[in-house]
């Protein structure tokens, strides 16, 4: 069996020798931008527009790849065909791709080895854990808001896909506190709603959409399909600040990202959202999200759940295909060995 594989600064790697040094200044500063695709049918979704907004952060963070976006999306897609054919036909991968700002000066020095100083280019696959989502997906997601709130855009600007992510680190053990199955959503200084540490929240009003507005969140790619499909659908879809007395008093409300596409919240802080269960907007989205993927995105979820979980025929995670012995495929090369380094992982 083959093993998957990673590119990693230039070259295609088997997954297991994909090392970055642990004086990346991904590790030391946190210094590191993202962003994930997902797969429909093994085939990348919208991937030119999570390069180009992968390419806005690297602009905005200062670092050149040395790649063009063009360049990079052949290479994600040589990669995605390439770990496709190693898991479950019915199992989707997700791709994340990271730049971290390279090696930290003033300690890659000690490694007695010169420093690696350009930034450290990254892409990897993994088969999407539909088990993450399915009850969510079902029952509606729990939303709690914390104390901890979201960094102004004064700090840096969230429009960027970062991994610097310590607040919604202790934001979700915060909410978790309160309710187990919460996820955090945070609120900016002035008590507006903002979004997730994975996904753009959004509500449902009296048959409208409403978002808060990208001055502090992400401008997510399913955020904008919610918003080319509320067009299809004579859906009117605004932009405002939120706070969570309307998030209370919505009729529904959703997340919205890569990997689940659409998800609803039927709970915030404790008090349902509406009748407290996913809602008729929620099921005309995605039905129409559905319709242009050409498959049901919401069972794709439970019964991809089902089949990892059971055992039959699950691919699931670093296991299986990611284990076994390389076959050199895409003139994939083992680099020598680094002796203090870090393997590259799954990744949100
Ligand atoms: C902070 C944040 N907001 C929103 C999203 C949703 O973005 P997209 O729909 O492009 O996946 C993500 C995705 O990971 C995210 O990290």
Redesign the pocket.
Known sequence: MSEALVFLNGQFVPASQAHIAIFDAGIVLGATVTD?TRTFRQEPYRLSEHIARLYRSLKYTRMDIGLSPTELEEISRKLVAHNASLVHPEDELGLVHFVTAGEFPAYAGSAGRAARLRPTVCAHTFPMPFEFWSEKMARGAHVVTPAIRHVPPQCYDPKM?YRSRMHWYLADKEAQLVDPDAVSLLLDLQGNVT?T????FLIAERGMVISPTTVN??P????GVVMSLCAQLGIPFIEKDIQVHSVMNADEAFL???PFCLCPVTRINGVPVGEGRPGPLFRRLMDAWSAEVGLAIDQQVFEGARRRTSGAGASSGAGSAHAAAATPVLGATVPAGASASIAVGRS?
């Open positions: 994930m896909k979004e540490g994975g996904a753009n969140t992400l997510g790619v399913s955020r919205a990202s890569t949100r």
